[in-house]
């Protein structure tokens, strides 16, 4: 069934397709035509440039869009420094500094709800690498929230691009350049730089997030598979554009306060505005944010013998500099029939020189045990660089043994992977604050395996 069929109902309208030009204007006749900068633009807007690459960028590379408001984004007092919500998000470089490179297996139990949280200050930086301000490396984040944030707040991060993973709840999005409407086995990414808010309509909210500090996601190569497949660009919705009007005569004599929280090295600023930052009346470019229903995935597997890579399963990939190398992937394990002859179906064991991030949207991973202490959703698991592992024994034993008849696997279920080609630290709070580290992981997993050497006569 190539859609996922949602208990929330989708309420928005959106532009189909990826890292398309787009154009949309809330109001006919806001757009100029032909031009990006007249003298006067239409209907009295400001046009602001919203640059994703450098204005140099190779021209298959270059992201700008061009926003069409009512006020400019410039006109805010200065920003202040804001109090950091948690212990790992909003000081600045400190946790990055302090992250904690261990070569352990590492698996979590379910993240804590926060009732009390809204999605920004209930969001928790897990493990990194790298740093925002050189571009270089990424961050893992889980959030959980409990509350929408207020109606008139507004946060950005200057630090990187966003992908949105969320387990539970359902996220309404107010981005700058339109709604998205963001449900479990929905992703959405907000570029750098683009303001939004996060509104919980159907109660608290739970997911997972991944930001790239260096380049954007794009969709991966397909290689030999052809022209479709995977992921398809069709697939991939961007909003219209949609504004509020609440502003006074000029930028600073508005009715009302809006809060604009900006994310920069990690570091929270603040600053209070006299007019609403939602006033985008049209925008047109290639920058913009977007979302995805994981259930269109196209999967693709083996139909002779042998368990691919899991690359084949890559729906985003943000390119390091590099050709066949990320600075992180994002891979699903969506539903799927297993037909390969005298195979071990299951991922083999390994070692991998990426680091391999992993969460449960729902359901069951065909290789892990679900339950109390096991891989379930809303948990997490890290297998960094050259990390030993594969399935428990009870997930080996079984495949091992099975009928090898046509089996579908991962029904009701989606588990996902950020892989990435850097090592990740964990921060205190992954490893200690959280208190959701399985201690015994690796002896309830692996303890077990038995011996099947039989000696040196085959
Ligand atoms: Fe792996």
């Not at 109090?83 to 790992?88: G, R």
């Not at 604009?260 to 209070?272: E, G, H, P, Q, S």
């Not at 339950?371 to 960094?384: D, Q, Y």
């Amino acid at each position: 069934m190539p859609i996922t069929n949602f208990d929330f109902k989708e309420k928005y309208q959106y532009q189909n397709g990826f890292g398309c030009y787009f154009e949309t204007e809330a109001v006919p006749g806001a757009l100029p035509i032909g031009q990006n900068s007249p003298q006067k633009p239409p209907l009295g807007l400001y046009a602001e440039k919203l640059s994703g690459t450098a204005f140099t960028a190779p021209r298959h590379e270059n992201k700008q869009s061009w926003l069409y408001r009512i006020l400019p984004a410039c006109t805010h007092p200065p920003f202040a420094p804001a109090p950091a919500p948690n212990e790992s998000l909003g000081l600045g470089g400190e946790p990055f500094r302090r992250l904690r490179h261990i070569p352990n297996q590492l698996r979590w139990d379910p993240f804590d709800r926060e009732p009390d949280a809204d999605f920004v200050s209930g969001l928790h930086l897990l493990a990194g690498a790298g740093d925002p301000t050189v571009k270089q490396g990424c961050a893992v984040y889980v959030f959980a929230a409990g509350r929408s944030m207020a109606e008139r707040e507004a946060f950005y991060s200057a630090d990187g691009e966003l992908l949105l993973v969320p387990q539970e709840g359902v996220l309404d999005i107010r981005t700058e350049m339109g709604w998205l409407l963001v449900r479990p086995m929905e992703i959405c990414v907000i570029p750098r730089g683009v303001r939004y808010q996060v509104r919980l309509p159907a109660g608290p909210a739970r997911g997972y997030a991944l930001e790239v500090f260096q380049g954007r996601f794009v969709l991966p190569e397909l290689g030999p598979i052809g022209s479709n497949g995977l992921a398809n660009a069709r697939d991939f919705q961007a909003p219209v554009a949609s504004f509020d009007e609440d502003c006074g005569a000029t930028a600073s004599d508005g009715p009302n306060e809006y809060v604009v929280t900006a994310k920069f090295n990690n570091a929270l600023f603040r600053t209070t505005q006299r007019h609403t930052p939602f006033d985008v009346v049209a925008w047109h470019g290639n920058y913009y944010p977007y979302k995805y229903d994981l259930g269109r995935f196209n999967t693709i597997g083996s139909i002779s013998f042998d368990h691919p890579d899991p690359s084949i399963f890559t729906v985003l990939s943000a390119p390091s500099d590099h050709p066949g190398t990320s600075v992180a992937d994002f891979v699903i394990f969506p539903p799927r029939w297993l037909v390969g002859e005298d195979t071990f179906r299951p991922p083999w064991y390994h070692r991998n020189t990426m680091s391999e991030f992993m969460g449960l949207i729902r359901g069951d991973y065909d290789a892990k045990k679900g339950g109390k202490g096991g891989f379930v959703p809303g948990g997490a698991s890290l297998h960094n660089v050259m990390s030993g592992h594969g399935p428990d024994v009870d997930s080996y034993e079984g495949a091992r043994n099975a009928e090898l008849k046509p089996a579908k696997v991962g029904e009701g279920s989606c588990a996902f992977m950020f892989e990435s080609s850097l090592m990740l630290g964990v921060t205190d709070w992954g490893l200690k604050t959280c208190q959701k580290v399985q201690e015994t992981y690796s002896e309830h997993s692996w303890g077990g395996v038995k011996v099947h050497w039989k000696g040196g006569s085959a």
